[in-house]
Structure formats: C-alpha cells, structure tokens
C-alpha cells in the first residue's frame, strides 16, 4: 500500500534557529501533499497545501514567510520553520495525495508525525 | 466552507460498554467521511471510511454510516476494550482533509 515517510519523528532545536522537515511519498507520486499543525491534546489544523512545483497555498492565520514549504518533486515536501520559537513547539503532520487519488485513505496517506520542541 | 463537528470528551467507558461518538458534518459538495485513531505519541491511523451516502465503514468493531439526511457519521462500537483507549478524530475529504476536534476515549477494566 501507499506509505509516506516523515523525518525527522521528533527534534529539539534552539530557539532562533530553522528547522527542516521532510515528507517523502516512498512507492507513488504524490502531486499534492498537506501539512498540518497539531497542539497538545487538539486537533489537526490545516497549515498549507502543496502541489509539486508550485507554491504552496496556506491556510488563513499561517505566516508563509515562517513556515516554508517545498514540493520540489513528486516524493518529496519539506516544511521548513524559520527562526524557530518555544510557541512553535508541536506536532507537525504531512499527507500525501496520489494523481487520480490512488493509495490508502482513498487517496490521503499520513506520515507519523514530527515532534518539534523549541527551547 | 467545509467542517467537521465532533463530540467532545473526554469519554471514560468501562470494557464492554457500548461507545458512540458524534459526528456531523457542514459540506458544499458531497464529500467523503472518515474516522481516524490516534494513540498517545503517534500519527494517525485510518479506521474506516466511507464515500457515498448511505455506505457504512466498518473496521475493529468499529462502524459509522453515512447520512447525508443528518449530515452525520456517528462512530460506534458495541464493546469496547481497553486497547481502544485513544483519541478519535472525524475527517471529511472534498479538496482537501478537514479534522473535527477530537474526542478522547478511555476504557477502564
């Protein structure tokens, strides 16, 4: 079945500092690939849309200047947070879409989910 | 735009009781309704889905029906056991995946 790998599944990083976040498709191609944001005991919210070699669309309320994202080719997505922060701390999960919508999940695969904590 | 409302727990059952959790849904289109499980510390896994009015998903004990009169995709499963214990999330699919907020299920012995 369709798998998406997402690395790394947890990091610290210093505050200040970037911090980059890949999503890789491993046995299909994936034109669009979502990121999401989840706080601590909520829900996932929709950070942005990406389709491959385009820019990506963000969601109302995500600063695109602070959370960059890459879909540079049909298996891979990176989100990268800039000038990272303690707020920025969460839980950040990506998916996968397949053209035409094949794959598990009737088309959306999710990776495991990187843990981000910024001290 | 399209939403997804879910009943919020927590929800605490004892093992073998019946569990249902709520699901509705504010759509433009017709799209699909999922439910997802997330156990502590890890992404998510799907549980079942469901593309069309009508279908039923099914998975684990697990069941939801697609409604499109309620606009509802209540989850439910006739005994739970301990090893349910996570948090359950309802999805709905047309452009892109929406989540409801989350609702978390304990099962004590």
């Known amino acids: 079945g369709a798998v998406v790998s997402q690395h790394p599944s947890w990091v610290i990083c210093k505050s200040g500092t970037s911090v980059k976040i890949e999503c890789r498709s491993l046995d299909f191609q994936a034109t669009t690939m979502f990121w999401y944001r989840q706080f601590p005991k909520q829900s996932l919210m929709l950070m942005a849309t990406s389709n491959e070699g385009s820019k990506a669309t963000y969601e109302q309320g995500v600063e695109k200047d602070k959370f960059l994202i890459n879909h540079a080719s049909l298996t891979l997505s990176t989100l990268t947070v800039t000038s990272a922060h303690p707020e920025d701390s969460s839980f950040y999960i990506c998916?996968?879409?397949?053209?035409?919508?094949?794959?598990?999940?009737?088309?959306?695969?999710f990776g495991s989910g990187t843990r981000l904590t910024v001290v | 735009g399209n939403s997804v409302t879910q009943m919020e727990g927590p929800v605490t059952l004892s093992e073998e009781a019946f569990l249902t959790i709520n699901c509705t849904y504010t759509?433009?289109?017709?799209?699909?309704l999922f439910w997802y499980v997330q156990y502590p510390g890890e992404g998510l896994q799907l549980l079942l889905k469901a593309t069309k009015a009508d279908d039923k998903g099914s998975n684990k004990g697990f069941e939801a029906t697609y409604r499109k009169e309620t606009t509802s995709f209540h989850l439910e499963k006739g005994s739970v056991q301990v090893s349910d214990s996570a948090v359950y999330f309802c999805?709905?699919?047309?452009?892109?995946?929406?989540f409801g907020a989350g609702t978390r299920l304990t099962v004590k012995p």
């Open positions: 999805a709905l699919s047309y452009n892109d995946m929406r």
């Open positions: 998916s996968a879409i397949a053209a035409g919508g094949a794959g598990t999940n009737y088309g959306y695969t």
């Open positions: 759509a433009t289109g017709y799209p699909s």
